[in-house]
């Protein structure tokens, strides 16, 4: 299939799961979108500093800005969710915005992971990152972005490793490349998913 086949169409959220200012997180998931904007489709970063969220809550209908959050994710052909590594995991942040999305935002929908850390490798993050949109039913490219030691990879015009940078790039293309992907049927783990009903 070519990357630029049927890709005209295909819009991508970057959902920037990071506050920092100057956030390595949102530079590579702009350097991503790039690569989106080469396979020919269009994208933009989710930038949740620009949102009020407030801790989700089942008992709370669509506080602060959650409804305008939950809409552009669900209109996306497809996303990436990028990630600072916390603790061995993704961050809070991500994972409050997530918590308010469900199987209409996500369900057979293709996904870019991309994790960056300050240490080594974010394979944590990325592999929790994965189970939940697995949990989801969502499509998860097999291909990901991990930027470790990640201050040394980025200078003032970008990521500084060729290589890596390649790597963030075709994230963007194989999220649009993959965009139209047949579902698979439901996983084991998205059925017995009961999300905020639990």
């Not at 209908?61 to 409804?67: F, K, L, M, N, Q």
């Not at 961050?91 to 991309?114: H, P, Q, R």
């Not at 960056?116 to 994965?130: K, N, S």
Request: aromatic residues 6%; glycine residues 10%.
């Amino acid at each position: 299939m070519s990357e630029t086949t049927t890709s005209e169409s295909i819009h991508v959220v970057a959902v920037c799961g990071s506050l920092r200012d100057g956030s390595y997180t949102r530079r590579a998931l702009t350097r991503a979108l790039d690569g989106v904007r080469a396979a020919g489709g269009t994208g933009e970063v989710l930038d949740l500093r620009q949102y009020r969220l407030p801790p989700f809550d089942a008992d709370e209908e669509r506080p602060g800005d959650s409804v305008a959050v939950v809409r552009r994710i669900r209109e996306a052909d497809a996303v990436l969710l990028g990630t600072p590594m916390y603790h061995g995991s993704y961050s809070g942040v991500l994972k409050n915005a997530l918590d308010y999305c469900g199987f209409d935002e996500f369900e057979g929908k293709t996904v870019g992971l991309l994790a960056v850390a300050g240490g080594g490798f974010p394979v944590a993050a990325l592999e929790h990152l994965r189970s939940v949109c697995r949990a989801l039913d969502a499509w998860v490219l097999p291909h990901q972005a991990a930027l470790p030691n990640v201050s040394a990879k980025f200078d003032e015009a970008g990521i500084v490793d060729d290589g890596l940078d390649e790597r963030v790039r075709i994230l963007g293309r194989r999220v649009v490349q993959y965009a139209r992907i047949e579902p698979d049927p439901s996983t084991f783990e998205a059925d017995e998913n009961v999300g905020a009903d639990g």
